[in-house]
C-alpha cells in the first residue's frame, strides 16, 4: 500500500507544478516584462546613437545650380558633386553629460523590470495560496457532507423501525442541499484561481504541488521603485549639465571638396572657371546671450530633479512602515494560528461528544448542525490560517525589497 501511495504522489507529481515554478515561468513569458526588456534595448541603441553622433561624419552632395541672368563669372547651370567632412572637436562636455544621463536611465529602467518582477510575484503568490485556501475549505465542506450523508443512512434505519420521522430527514437533506451550493461556489473558485495563475504564468498545468516559505530572517533593502526614481534623479542633472553645455564653447572642424560642371558659359579669353573647389574652416562658437532659455531650462530640469528625490524619499519612508508592519502581522499570525488550532480541537471534542448524544435522542437537529457547522467552520479556519500565515511571509521578504523565489522552502513529498 505504502509503495502505491509513493507511485500516486509520483504521477501527481509529474502533472503539477509548484510556486517557484509558476515565478519562473511568469517572470520569463510575462509580456509585460517583455515590454519592459525592449525598452532596455531602446535605452541601449539611444545611448550607442549619441556616441554615433559625435563621430565624423561624411556626406555625398550633388547639386543643379540654375542662374539667371548668366555672366561672365556665373553660368547658367553649375552642376556639383561634393564631400562633406564634419566633426565636433570640443563640446564642453554636452556628449558626455548625455551619455552619462542615458546610462542612468537605463539603469532605472532596470531597477523598474526588478519592481515589476516582484509585483507580479506578490500577486501569484496571493493566487497560489488564495487556490489552497479554496480546497482547504472545499474539503471542510466535503466532510460535513459525508458526515450528514452518514447521519441520513442512520436515520432512515430508524424510520424503517419506527423510531423517528421523515421530517428529521427533511431537515438533512435541505442542509445536504444548502452545502451542495456552497460547494458549487467554493469549485468555481478554484477554477477561478487555476485560470488565473495559468494566464499569469503561461503555464498549463493541471495540478499545484504545496510551496511554503522560509522564516524571514532578513534586513530591510532599499526596494527598486526607490533606486529607480534616484537613478532618474541623477540622470535628471546630467541633462542639467549637458544643457548647461550649449552656453559654454563649442568647436567644429568642417572640409568640403566639390567637383564642378558647367553648362551655358559664357565664353571668356581672360581666365577659366574652376573645376573644383576645396575647403577647410575650424568654427568656434560661443553663445553670449539667449535670454535666459538655457538658464530656465536647466533650472527646470534640476527641480524635476528634486521632485524625483523628494518622492524616493517617500517611499522609503513607506517601504520601512510597511516593512514593519509586515513582520508585526506575520507575528499576529502565528498567534491566531495557535488559537485557530485550539478551537479546532475543542470544536472536534464538543462534535464527538453532541454526535453520540444526537445518535442517542438526547439532543435535537439544531444542536447537532451547529456543532457540525462550527467544526466545519474551525477546520477551514485553520488551514486558512497556514495559508495566511505564509502570505505573511512573502510580504515580509516583498517589502523587505527581497526576491521571493530565493526564500521557497524545498517541499519533500516523499
Same mark, same amino acid.
Given at each position: 500500500?505504502?509503495?502505491?501511495?509513493?507511485?500516486?504522489?509520483?504521477?501527481?507529481?509529474?502533472?503539477?507544478?509548484?510556486?517557484?515554478?509558476?515565478?519562473?515561468?511568469?517572470?520569463?513569458?510575462?509580456?509585460? &516584462?517583455?515590454?519592459?526588456? @525592449?525598452? *532596455?534595448? #531602446? +535605452?541601449?541603441?539611444? $545611448?550607442? /546613437?549619441? %556616441?554615433?553622433?559625435?563621430?565624423?561624419?561624411?556626406?555625398?552632395?550633388?547639386?543643379?545650380?540654375?542662374?539667371?541672368?548668366?555672366?561672365?563669372?556665373?553660368?547658367?547651370?553649375?552642376?556639383?558633386?561634393?564631400?562633406?567632412?564634419?566633426?565636433?572637436?570640443?563640446?564642453?562636455?554636452?556628449?558626455?553629460?548625455?551619455?552619462?544621463?542615458?546610462?542612468?536611465?537605463?539603469?532605472?529602467?532596470?531597477?523598474?523590470?526588478?519592481?515589476?518582477?516582484?509585483?507580479?510575484?506578490?500577486?501569484?503568490?496571493?493566487?497560489?495560496?488564495?487556490?489552497?485556501?479554496?480546497?482547504?475549505?472545499?474539503?471542510?465542506?466535503?466532510?460535513?457532507?459525508?458526515?450528514?450523508?452518514?447521519?441520513?443512512?442512520?436515520?432512515?434505519?430508524?424510520?424503517?423501525?419506527?423510531?423517528?420521522?421523515?421530517?428529521?430527514?427533511?431537515?438533512?437533506?435541505?442542509? &445536504?442541499?444548502?452545502?451542495? @451550493?456552497? *460547494?458549487? #461556489? +467554493?469549485?468555481?473558485? $478554484?477554477? /477561478?484561481? %487555476?485560470?488565473?495563475?495559468?494566464?499569469?504564468?503561461?503555464?498549463?498545468?493541471?495540478?499545484?504541488?504545496?510551496?511554503?516559505?522560509?522564516?524571514?530572517?532578513?534586513?530591510?533593502?532599499?526596494?527598486?521603485?526607490?533606486?529607480?526614481?534616484?537613478?532618474?534623479?541623477?540622470?535628471?542633472?546630467?541633462?542639467?549639465?549637458?544643457?548647461?553645455?550649449?552656453?559654454?564653447?563649442?568647436?567644429?572642424?568642417?572640409?568640403?571638396?566639390?567637383?564642378?560642371?558647367?553648362?551655358?558659359?559664357?565664353?571668356?579669353?581672360?581666365?577659366?572657371?574652376?573645376?573644383?573647389?576645396?575647403?577647410?574652416?575650424?568654427?568656434?562658437?560661443?553663445?553670449?546671450?539667449?535670454?535666459?532659455?538655457?538658464?530656465?531650462?536647466?533650472?527646470?530640469?534640476?527641480?524635476?530633479?528634486?521632485?524625483?528625490?523628494?518622492?524616493?524619499?517617500?517611499?522609503?519612508?513607506?517601504?520601512?512602515?510597511?516593512?514593519?508592519?509586515?513582520?508585526?502581522?506575520?507575528?499576529?499570525?502565528? /498567534?491566531?494560528?495557535?488559537?485557530?488550532?485550539?478551537?479546532?480541537?475543542?470544536?472536534?471534542?464538543?462534535?464527538?461528544?453532541?454526535?453520540?448524544?444526537?445518535?442517542?435522542?438526547?439532543?435535537?437537529?439544531?444542536?447537532?448542525?451547529?456543532?457540525?457547522?462550527?467544526?466545519?467552520?474551525?477546520?477551514?479556519?485553520?488551514?486558512?490560517?497556514?495559508?495566511?500565515?505564509?502570505?505573511?511571509?512573502?510580504?515580509?521578504?516583498?517589502?523587505?525589497?527581497?526576491?521571493?523565489?530565493?526564500?521557497?522552502?524545498?517541499?519533500?513529498?516523499?
Amino acid at each position: 500500500m505504502r509503495y502505491l501511495l509513493l507511485i500516486a504522489l509520483f504521477v501527481f507529481s509529474l502533472y503539477a507544478v509548484d510556486l517557484k515554478d509558476i515565478l519562473n515561468n511568469t517572470s520569463s513569458k510575462s509580456g509585460y &516584462l517583455k515590454a519592459k526588456e @525592449y525598452e *532596455l534595448l #531602446s +535605452i541601449g541603441e539611444d $545611448i550607442d /546613437s549619441i %556616441k554615433s553622433l559625435y563621430s565624423p561624419s561624411l556626406n555625398f552632395v550633388a547639386s543643379v545650380d540654375f542662374n539667371s541672368p548668366k555672366n561672365l563669372t556665373t553660368p547658367g547651370r553649375v552642376m556639383s558633386l561634393s564631400i562633406l567632412l564634419n566633426y565636433k572637436l570640443y563640446d564642453s562636455g554636452k556628449r558626455e553629460n548625455e551619455i552619462y544621463a542615458n546610462r542612468l536611465q537605463k539603469i532605472a529602467k532596470e531597477f523598474g523590470l526588478k519592481a515589476l518582477k516582484r509585483s507580479l510575484s506578490i500577486k501569484v503568490v496571493n493566487l497560489y495560496y488564495g487556490y489552497f485556501k479554496a480546497i482547504s475549505n472545499k474539503s471542510a465542506i466535503v466532510a460535513r457532507e459525508k458526515e450528514i450523508k452518514a447521519q441520513i443512512t442512520r436515520v432512515k434505519k430508524l424510520i424503517d423501525a419506527n423510531l423517528a420521522t421523515k421530517v428529521e430527514i427533511d431537515r438533512l437533506e435541505a442542509t &445536504l442541499a444548502q452545502s451542495r @451550493y456552497a *460547494l458549487d #461556489s +467554493i469549485n468555481l473558485s $478554484i477554477k /477561478s484561481f %487555476k485560470e488565473r495563475l495559468k494566464a499569469v504564468s503561461h503555464l498549463n498545468f493541471k495540478n499545484l504541488k504545496y510551496s511554503s516559505f522560509k522564516e524571514p530572517k532578513i534586513s530591510l533593502s532599499t526596494n527598486e521603485n526607490i533606486l529607480k526614481l534616484r537613478a532618474k534623479a541623477n540622470a535628471l542633472n546630467y541633462n542639467s549639465k549637458a544643457i548647461e553645455a550649449l552656453s559654454k564653447p563649442q568647436v567644429d572642424l568642417k572640409y568640403r571638396y566639390s567637383r564642378l560642371k558647367y553648362k551655358k558659359v559664357v565664353p571668356n579669353r581672360v581666365f577659366d572657371l574652376p573645376n573644383h573647389t576645396s575647403k577647410l574652416s575650424l568654427q568656434g562658437a560661443l553663445r553670449v546671450y539667449d535670454g535666459g532659455v538655457i538658464n530656465h531650462k536647466s533650472q527646470s530640469i534640476k527641480y524635476q530633479k528634486l521632485a524625483l528625490l523628494a518622492r524616493a524619499n517617500e517611499l522609503r519612508r513607506e517601504q520601512i512602515r510597511d516593512f514593519k508592519l509586515a513582520k508585526l502581522k506575520l507575528k499576529t499570525l502565528k /498567534s491566531s494560528i495557535k488559537s485557530a488550532k485550539m478551537a479546532l480541537k475543542a470544536s472536534k471534542s464538543s462534535y464527538r461528544d453532541i454526535k453520540k448524544k444526537y445518535s442517542a435522542g438526547l439532543v435535537d437537529y439544531t444542536v447537532y448542525i451547529d456543532s457540525l457547522t462550527q467544526l466545519t467552520i474551525s477546520k477551514a479556519q485553520y488551514k486558512e490560517a497556514l495559508y495566511n500565515l505564509e502570505v505573511a511571509k512573502a510580504l515580509v521578504y516583498y517589502y523587505g525589497g527581497k526576491n521571493l523565489k530565493g526564500y521557497i522552502k524545498w517541499e519533500n513529498w516523499f
